[in-house]
């Protein structure tokens, strides 16, 4: 078994001063913590893999494609491979777990 605890891997994250942090990789998916803070800019760009965000805290807007939606705490989206997509209008600091199938390449 692997367990975790997110006040640990947010502290893991922002000892390595980075946005995400990867903490779980197997062969058919990978796990990390992503990170904005209020009113900071989401640099993302598709991903090849298709993938599910899961707000553990923090309120943002999010725009899948042309479609966008207001995420907040227990919040689940799926994000397609391939589609563009961003977090914006960031209100609250935002923490979000990633699922990644296959595993983030």
């Known amino acids: ?5 997110l006040d640990e891997l ?3 994250r922002a000892a390595n001063d980075g946005a995400y942090l990867q903490f779980l990789r197997e062969r058919n998916m ?3 913590l992503y990170a904005l803070n209020a009113g900071e800019h989401d640099p993302q760009t598709p ?3 298709d993938e599910v965000y899961v707000v553990v805290s923090g309120r943002a807007s999010l ?12 919040s689940v989206v799926y ?3 391939g589609v563009a997509h ?7 600091d935002l923490r ?10």
């Open 10 to 12: 947010e502290a893991e």
């Open 79 to 81: 994000v397609p491979a």
């Open 30 to 32: 990978s796990v990390g």
């Open 63 to 74: 725009t899948v494609g042309l479609e966008t939606t207001q995420v907040a705490r227990g």
């Open 1 to 5: 078994m692997k367990a975790f605890r």
């Open 86 to 92: 961003k977090f914006h209008h960031v209100s609250e």
């Open 47 to 49: 991903h090849r893999q």
């Open 96 to 105: 979000v777990l990633v699922v990644f199938s296959p595993p983030e390449s």
